[in-house]
């Protein structure tokens, strides 16, 4: 009697399978919405009573077949299912992208899974107030839309900023395959490294560093072509709402302002912030250490950087001594180009008829734009004493780093083991 009821109740499983959509792939007790193979998405019936992550072709998950479904599965989110790191039930994670994850494709979650248990109360907990638990960032993220599994190089970037230290996020992003970046800037940005600022395709209508192409784009519709011509796409939008109709994957605030300006952890699955003015684990899910020294690019999962100490990194021995500021307010006039060599004492440049002098010799390796309205004390350039011309149109070093640490977040969050 006991052996005939298992049976009628697996029959009973199966056939709530195929009313949500979800067919056998192949190993036996595995279902996926149909068309799609096992080794995208790997699911499970409700025998083992909860949710799994299913990146090893054994443990699987269960995957509404609702088209209108967005399942977002990434660490440190309450935007998907999110698996612990463990075979831990509890750590799943269940929580809505836009509304999207709409009330139908609820129903098909809760109706594949057989019977009552904590699990299944967790999941309701977070639906319903997903403000109330959290997750730490896990190193297992994956990704679906539409039933279709993203490629990684797929997803979709927004950095905010295209100065100096964004535009090497951005060509560190590029050269590692990911294609469609997207820079967000102000009408007049004033970049001093403006040699390895994309932010100059504001300006020019385009801009090269380093044998990578970025592009002004005026609408959003024009963002898809650049992409598909293998160039960054510069919008000036410095309220950030070609956000809101982009949904990117990565957001990364790299503006460095010091301070936060309005970027918050749910604006995108993966949130970065560069520099002091970030808490990771609340205004962002990582902030990467932006200050010289020994924990240079650290990515920190929970917490702030080091605070800005209001004095630049030493470079050749020299500190603030390196760095051209505005004597006044008014409009910047230069009589000298990045890449010249400067002696100490030698005018540069002048504003509002005060003039601007470098305070040591070597070579100009950064000048904002000239006819620059600019106040007092702003960083207008940059002498670097090592007297090496090359680096004025090369990534500096730190940048590098930086870069290199914002891939390695993305990697740790969307590269599946």
Not at 40 to 56: F, K, S, V
Not at 124 to 150: A, G
Not at 265 to 287: C, R, S, T
């Amino acid at each position: 009697m006991k052996n005939q009821t298992v049976k009628q109740d697996a029959i009973l499983t199966k056939k709530k399978l195929f009313e949500c959509g979800l067919r056998p792939v192949g190993a036996i007790g595995a279902y996926a919405p149909e068309g799609m193979r096992k080794v995208e998405l790997g699911m499970r019936p409700p025998a083992r009573r909860g949710l799994r992550p299913g990146g090893n072709g054994e443990k699987g998950m269960w995957h509404p077949a609702s088209p209108s479904c967005r399942l977002y599965l990434r660490a440190g989110s309450r935007r998907g299912l999110h698996p612990g790191g463990n075979a831990e039930m509890g750590n799943a994670e269940v929580g809505m992208r836009n509304a999207e994850f709409n009330t139908s494709a609820i129903c098909h979650l809760f109706s594949v899974i057989c019977s009552p248990s904590s699990v299944l109360r967790h999941l309701f907990s977070v639906l319903c107030f997903p403000s109330s638990v959290h997750c730490p960032l896990s190193s297992v993220f994956r990704l679906v839309k539409e039933h279709q599994v993203i490629p990684l190089n797929k997803i979709i970037i927004a950095v905010k900023g295209a100065g100096e230290m964004a535009s090497a996020v951005a060509w560190r992003l590029y050269m590692s395959n990911f294609r469609k970046i997207l820079m967000l800037e102000t009408d007049y940005p004033l970049a001093v490294r403006r040699e390895v600022s994309f932010c100059e395709a504001v300006h020019e209508g385009e801009k090269e560093v380093e044998k990578v192409r970025a592009v002004r784009v005026e609408k959003p519709d024009e963002i898809n072509p650049c992409w598909q011509k293998n160039e960054i796409a510069v919008v000036v939008d410095p309220q950030w709402q070609t956000i809101k109709a982009l949904k990117p994957e990565v957001i990364v605030d790299a503006v460095l302002a010091k301070k936060n300006l309005g970027t918050h952890v749910n604006e995108a699955p993966l949130v970065i912030g560069l520099g002091p003015g970030f808490y990771a684990g609340k205004d962002v899910h990582l902030v990467i250490e932006t200050n010289r020294g020994h924990n240079l690019g650290v990515i920190i999962t929970s917490g702030e950087a080091e605070p800005n100490t209001g004095t630049p990194g030493a470079i050749g021995g020299f500190t603030e001594e390196r760095v051209l500021r505005a004597p006044g307010a008014g409009k910047f006039q230069s009589v000298r180009n990045i890449g010249d060599c400067v002696n100490k004492n030698e005018i540069l440049g002048s504003v509002a008829g005060i003039e601007v002098r470098a305070r040591i010799a070597g070579v100009l390796r950064g000048l904002i734009r000239p006819n620059s309205q600019v106040t007092q004390g702003l960083k207008i350039g940059d002498i670097d004493p090592r007297g090496e011309v090359s680096y004025c149109f090369t990534i500096s070093d730190k940048a590098r780093a930086i870069g290199g640490s914002v891939l390695e977040a993305i990697l740790r969050s969307y590269n599946c083991a």
